[in-house]
């Protein structure tokens, strides 16, 4: 996870995102009013309690409405577009089953300030070179636009007609329920309701001009960009507050329940929902668990975390003085280092060494106590070569660059 975590961040900072954290709770209110009062998360994935003073919090199910309320409370200021990224857990309560757990990792951006659908493709692309990085190709992006609410309200009119003539071939579930909220029985997983779902209107056929402008060009935009997408009329996500761009990384490999590595999209219009000014945005949430199991399903050797480069041996109180000192010299310089705490034989700490999966083990005898040396032993094949004790910063300095 920590490997994952880093790569992440590497990757994020390098298209000029930036950290940002928010608290593991917030009001009830704000997951209530901008995931939809229909959607799975608020009807029932929320972990929702009381406080002491019988205020309803819960723990943070998505990362985009905290980062939006965070930017619009104390971040405005920012440059302008706002580009963020966490890496962070999330809490839905849902049946744990594969896939799907009730404390998950997500990495997320957030790109909050532009409309321009440069921004929906740089999103996007991000997205895809984080997986790529990893070695993972058995995946396919799904893309679609839902409008917005110029176009959407015809077109879930149309909908809604069709769904009625069709209503006993919907599940239990949407029988009762696409009333409220039509497009969801687009994204249901149930054959029944995929049968119907892929004859229903496309929404595509439906945008505005603007919003099909918009769509046009980040098809245009990903195809510069060298990502390949697949047009996926059904696709529309559980969370309401997208607008326009929908988007979905689904695996080849994994059960269609857990498939989506991540998903994202443009939500032009939550900042409003918050009672801010309108602050266009798109981003996505990568689930690192699922993305952890496709590396597992392609057979990718997962990341690792850098290896301990180097324990230090020192024997007798001597030794032990000299060792703490070049522990310390080393740290100091950047080299990962590590070093008993007590006294103990030679060989007993070269066990420690390779215990701790150092690469070097750095070894201060008697011998070389007295002629100011240090042993270099390279733990995976013994070979080992004797320098100046002041040499050895230098030396395993040059060996953690060229890790
Ligand atoms: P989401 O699709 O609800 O979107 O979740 C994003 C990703 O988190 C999913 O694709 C999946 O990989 C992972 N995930 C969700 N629930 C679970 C779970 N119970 N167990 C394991 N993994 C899970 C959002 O959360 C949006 N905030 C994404 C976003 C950011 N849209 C714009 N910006």
Same mark, same amino acid.
């Given at each position: 996870m920590r490997a994952l975590y880093d790569r992440a961040a590497v990757l994020a900072r390098s298209y000029g995102y930036r950290y940002v954290e928010t608290p593991v709770f917030e009001a009830t209110e704000l997951f209530a009013r901008t995931s939809g009062e229909t959607s799975d998360v608020v009807t029932k994935e929320m972990y929702t309690f009381e406080d002491r003073r019988g205020r309803s919090l819960t723990l943070r199910p998505e990362g985009t409405a905290p980062v939006m309320r965070a930017y619009l409370g104390q971040m405005q200021e920012q440059a302008s577009p706002f580009k963020a990224y966490y890496l962070t857990r999330m809490y839905r309560y849902a049946r744990p089953q594969e896939g799907r757990y009730r404390e998950h990792r997500q990495f997320g951006i957030e790109v909050f300030g532009s409309g321009d659908p440069a921004a929906d493709v740089e999103v996007i692309a991000v997205g895809d070179a984080y997986l790529r990085d990893l070695g993972l190709s058995r995946f396919e992006i799904q893309l679609n636009s839902i409008g917005d609410d110029v176009c959407r309200p015809a077109y879930r009119e149309l909908l809604l007609s069709y769904l009625r003539e069709r209503r006993d071939r919907l599940t239990d579930e949407h029988r009762d329920r696409f009333e409220d909220n039509p497009l969801r029985v687009l994204d249901c997983k149930d054959e029944a309701c995929r049968a119907v779902a892929a004859e229903a209107p496309r929404i595509t056929d439906h945008l505005d001009d603007a919003c099909r402008e918009h769509f046009e060009a980040v098809q245009a935009g990903l195809k510069d960009e060298g990502v390949s997408a697949v047009l996926t009329p059904t696709l529309v996500r559980g969370l309401d507050y997208y607008t326009r761009t929908a988007f979905e990384f689904v695996s080849s490999d994994l059960p269609p329940q857990q498939a989506a590595l991540f /998903? /994202?999209? +443009?939500? !032009?219009? #939550? =900042? &409003?929902? #918050? /009672?801010? @000014?309108h602050v266009p945005g798109v981003g996505f949430g990568m689930g690192l668990e699922r993305v952890a199991s496709a590396l597992e399903h392609e057979g990718v050797e997962p990341p690792t975390e850098p290896e301990l480069r180097v324990w230090v041996v020192g024997v007798g109180d001597a030794g032990r003085a000299r060792a703490r000192d070049l522990t310390r010299a080393l740290r100091a310089a950047g080299v990962p280092a590590d070093? =008993?705490? &007590? !006294? +103990? @034989?030679l060989k007993a700490q070269l066990k420690m060494a390779d215990r701790a999966r150092a690469a070097f083990a750095a070894i201060v005898g008697e011998r070389e106590l007295e002629t100011g040396a240090v042993t270099v032993r390279r733990l995976s094949d013994g070979a080992q070569e004797e320098i100046a004790q002041d040499a050895l910063v230098a030396r395993l300095r040059d060996e953690e660059r060229g890790a």
């Open positions: /998903g /994202g999209g +443009r939500y !032009d219009g #939550l =900042a &409003e929902v #918050l /009672g801010g @000014p070093t =008993a705490f &007590e !006294d +103990r @034989p």
